[in-house]
């Protein structure tokens, strides 16, 4: 539980009605589970309800909400180290062609891949390929350049490629 | 149409009305047009729906937020100082500050008087030995100096006129004497004569006079009661008297230090 001023939550509660269901349904894809995905999103708005105080721009809000439920889940991910995958809550109708355990198998080794690199690298990649997101969104998302964006997906990819061939020796 | 380039992150901040107002209409006629967009923000809609049907904010904040109240100081704090009342606030200040620096309170130096409340005030002019001139700062005055006050009123009122000198006594300058009020009528204007003067005697120490202007005649007996709490106090407490208690009635006071040989 967290101790806010109302004025606090009065504003609290505007973000909430503005992005929980954006955050909400993010986490699902992440976790894979709606119950692991309301407890995400409950910490997230608490970390906000003792955050907004110090967040200087409101219009910055989106932005931390993805960063913070980005770090957040990946981190329960890696607590895991599996995923479960609900069908309820099919969302990728960019890739339709996909399987659902083709869907599941990259969310693990991305999960896993990801562990070897950095919170802004992290943060990229799970922009890029669970959320979706464009290069140039993702880059003014996280107030860095575009340049920056592309070397840390191809700093990412080279790992990844690296492990998959380490992975092919022991099998 | 297909969208080649769908940009999920601007229909996110569409939803959630995040947009500029420009950037909103171009991506809304965009939508209209695309297929792939149109699903990806109809989907968001539909999520938004079951989401708040689901999970409300009272349900988050029931189990997760503790509000604080403010204590009773603050809220009467932040009833008082709200954004609307700073202007008057800041007069409010301007005018405790300014004000009293504006009151002017003359020195006791002869041909001023000092004015306690309203505008009516008086002066005089100094009659020695034929010899006429207006009474000067710092003057001493003499046994057998005639004093003539003059007054200024700005409307139709009563004006008393008495002095007391160092042992308390009270004179009452009225054409009739045997009369119980001690006021006459005053006119409208500047540096009017007062009817009669002022002829100072052998007391020494000081001779102080007083002018008190009313709506109504004051009786003498009142203003002898009203000046009799400050016999054996001095001139000080005659000041006071008529700076912060004037006695019913009466709406202005002015005073005028004589200090004798």
Known sequence: MIKISRETDLELKNYYKKYGSLVYWRCVRYLGSKDDAWDATQEVFMKLGK????????????????????NHCISELRKRRTIEFDELYHTDEFRPNESQDQKTAIRELISKLLSAHDQKIRQVVAYTYIDGYKQDEIAKLMGIGESTVRKYLTKFRRQALKTAHELEKTV | MTCNNPRKLEIERLIANDLEISQAKELSEHIEQCQECSSYAQNLQKQAREFSNEYSYEEFAKKNILVKESSFLIKIFETIFTPVMTPIYAAL????????FTIKELEWNGNQAIAFKGKSQISY???????????????????????????????????ALLSVDKNHTISFYHPDQSSEYCSVPVEIGSSRAF?????????????IVV???????????????WMNSCKGLGKVCIERKVRDKLPDGVSSGSIIVLQKE
Do not use: C, H
């Not at chain 2, 002018?211 to 009661?225: C, E, H, I, M």
């Open chain 1, 51 to 70: 955050s907004l105080g110090s967040i200087q721009k409101k219009e910055a809000i989106y932005s931390w909400l993805l960063s913070t439920s980005t």
């Open chain 2, 93 to 100: 200040l301007l005018a405790a500050v300014i004000i009293p």
């Open chain 2, 211 to 225: 002018a008190l202007f009313s709506n109504k005649p004051l009786q003498t007996s009142l203003v002898q009661d």
């Open chain 2, 195 to 207: 009817p009669g003067s002022i002829l100072l005697d052998e007391a020494k120490g000081y001779e």
């Open chain 2, 125 to 159: 002019i100094l009659n020695r030995d034929g010899v006429v001139e207006a009474g000067t700062p710092g003057k001493l005055y003499q046994a057998g100096d005639r004093i003539q006050v003059l007054y200024s009123s700005n409307k139709k009122q009563f004006m």
